[in-house]
């Protein structure tokens, strides 16, 4: 890998404006320098749009990384404003009096590499002033975690009391834990996996799929079209289709089951055509319309390929024994209704890494989305990882 070092000792003291976060959510951008990836790709410069909330004591003790998922962002908490137009993804879970109590931890989630939110990704603008668009690289998890790592170092925080992520950001937390155990105390996982299978995959390229076939798409370069117009329906099937993933057979068969959206009739025929829909499809071209509008069609490419890449023991002689290697303390989450990263994909995390504990359960109808749902019973879990650093 193309990944120059860089010094831990010497690390640039935390500034007053880094030790302490926002309560509603403040994105902040740094600069970590030119950045070559794993493709052989050199960017000049990687910006990093982050957010803090909290304050870092004098000893740098008690910082907490969150790693988020694949459509997920820096603002983990707060209300919609400037730069996010929805509320905080784990709002229930941070602030003050939450599970990741703020009054007691520095609580850090950065945008990641290849992201649409404020860091380096497609949308971004190349030296040349426009969008990377098809010119973006392929990046993978490693590349991803480097980025952070050089973050970590820019803000001046020397070792993470924590870094936790559910799915994409529970890949990243693995790989920390191996390339930089020196780095953090302990890690929490939910609903991911150390390889990504080949069900995984084939889920992944269907989605991707849908996005190339959109006429608007134009190998990427779409930002220059007018307002409104891009690859919009193909996004839409995609997320479509992620989301059957991400929700459980049980819950959309009791939620939905074959009833018709309100007011339509999916038997209802016009010229020989449907006129009508179940609620389920209703529902499932909801979710397309609302990713489709807050989210950028080539960083989903990006992303949802570097999850098809993952594979924790790639290089590292399996993930058998890159697992093997994984012994600060690890809470690994699961969730029974996963039907994304079953199970048994987190059962084998505990089984192979000696620092896991045991396999804590979400118990949820709704399936992989249980992280995002399941409130009480995932602050249960992350009371227990911090319980392991106090």
């Given at each position: 890998?193309?990944?120059?070092?860089?010094?831990?000792?010497?690390?640039?003291?935390?500034?007053?404006?880094?030790?302490?976060?926002?309560?509603?959510?403040?994105?902040?951008?740094?600069?970590?320098?030119?950045?070559?990836?794993?493709?052989?790709?050199?960017?000049?410069?990687?910006?990093?749009?982050?957010?803090?909330?909290?304050?870092?004591?004098?000893?740098?003790?008690?910082?907490?990384?969150?790693?988020?998922?694949?459509?997920?962002?820096?603002?983990?908490?707060?209300?919609?404003?400037?730069?996010?137009?929805?509320?905080?993804?784990?709002?229930?879970?941070?602030?003050?009096?939450?599970?990741?109590?703020?009054?007691?931890?520095?609580?850090?989630?950065?945008?990641?590499?290849?992201?649409?939110?404020?860091?380096?990704?497609?949308?971004?603008?190349?030296?040349?002033?426009?969008?990377?668009?098809s010119r973006f690289p392929?990046?993978?998890?490693?590349?991803?975690?480097?980025?952070?790592?050089?973050?970590?170092?820019?803000?001046?925080?020397?070792?993470?009391?924590?870094?936790?992520?559910?799915?994409?950001?529970?890949?990243?937390?693995?790989?920390?834990?191996?390339?930089?155990?020196?780095?953090?105390?302990?890690?929490?996982?939910?609903?991911?996996?150390?390889?990504?299978?080949?069900?995984?995959?084939?889920?992944?390229?269907?989605?991707?799929?849908?996005?190339?076939?959109?006429?608007?798409?134009?190998?990427?370069?779409?930002?220059?079209?007018?307002?409104?117009?891009?690859?919009?329906?193909?996004?839409?099937?995609?997320?479509?289709?992620?989301?059957?993933?991400?929700?459980?057979?049980?819950?959309?068969?009791?939620?939905?089951?074959?009833?018709?959206?309100?007011?339509?009739?999916?038997?209802?025929?016009?010229?020989?055509?449907?006129?009508g829909r179940f609620a389920?499809?209703?529902?499932?071209?909801?979710?397309?319309?609302?990713?489709?509008?807050?989210?950028?069609?080539?960083?989903?490419?990006?992303?949802?390929?570097?999850?098809?890449?993952?594979?924790?023991?790639?290089?590292?002689?399996?993930?058998?024994?890159?697992?093997?290697?994984?012994?600060?303390?690890?809470?690994?989450?699961?969730?029974?209704?996963?039907?994304?990263?079953?199970?048994?994909?987190?059962q084998r995390i505990v089984?192979?890494?000696?620092?896991?504990?045991?396999?804590?359960?979400?118990?949820?109808?709704?399936?992989?989305?249980?992280?995002?749902?399941?409130?009480?019973?995932?602050?249960?879990?992350?009371?227990?990882?911090?319980?392991?650093?106090?």
């Amino acid at each position: 890998m193309n990944y120059g070092p860089i010094a831990y000792e010497g690390l640039p003291p935390a500034s007053a404006a880094w030790r302490e976060g926002d309560p509603v959510g403040d994105r902040r951008f740094i600069d970590v320098g030119s950045f070559t990836t794993e493709s052989g790709f050199t960017f000049p410069n990687v910006t990093v749009a982050y957010e803090t909330w909290g304050t870092l004591n004098d000893e740098g003790t008690n910082a907490v990384y969150i790693a988020h998922a694949l459509t997920g962002d820096s603002h983990v908490a707060g209300p919609a404003g400037v730069g996010h137009k929805t509320g905080g993804w784990w709002d229930a879970l941070v602030g003050q009096g939450k599970a990741i109590n703020t009054d007691e931890w520095f609580v850090v989630c950065a945008n990641i590499l290849g992201g649409c939110q404020g860091t380096t990704g497609p949308a971004s603008l190349a030296p040349d002033g426009k969008p990377w668009g098809s010119r973006f690289p392929t990046v993978t998890i490693e590349d991803m975690v480097e980025v952070e790592f050089r973050f970590t170092n820019a803000i001046g925080i020397k070792r993470w009391a924590l870094m936790l992520g559910p799915s994409l950001g529970g890949m990243r937390v693995l790989d920390w834990m191996i390339r930089y155990p020196e780095r953090l105390a302990s890690g929490m996982v939910l609903g991911t996996t150390a390889a990504v299978s080949a069900d995984e995959i084939g889920t992944h390229s269907a989605q991707l799929a849908a996005i190339y076939a959109d006429p608007y798409f134009l190998n990427g370069d779409f930002y220059d079209q007018p307002i409104g117009q891009g690859p919009h329906r193909g996004m839409g099937v995609a997320r479509q289709f992620a989301h059957l993933t991400y929700r459980s057979e049980a819950e959309l068969e009791e939620r939905f089951g074959r009833e018709f959206q309100n007011g339509e009739d999916p038997y209802a025929w016009h010229n020989g055509k449907r006129s009508g829909r179940f609620a389920l499809e209703s529902y499932l071209e909801h979710h397309a319309d609302k990713l489709a509008r807050r989210f950028d069609a080539n960083t989903y490419i990006a992303l949802t390929n570097a999850m098809s890449f993952f594979d924790l023991g790639r290089g590292r002689g399996g993930a058998d024994v890159a697992l093997a290697g994984v012994t600060a303390p690890l809470t690994v989450v699961g969730i029974n209704t996963d039907r994304l990263f079953p199970i048994h994909q987190q059962q084998r995390i505990v089984d192979l890494a000696p620092g896991a504990d045991q396999l804590h359960v979400v118990e949820s109808l709704v399936g992989h989305d249980g992280f995002l749902v399941e409130d009480e019973q995932v602050a249960k879990f992350v009371k227990i990882a911090l319980d392991k650093i106090r």
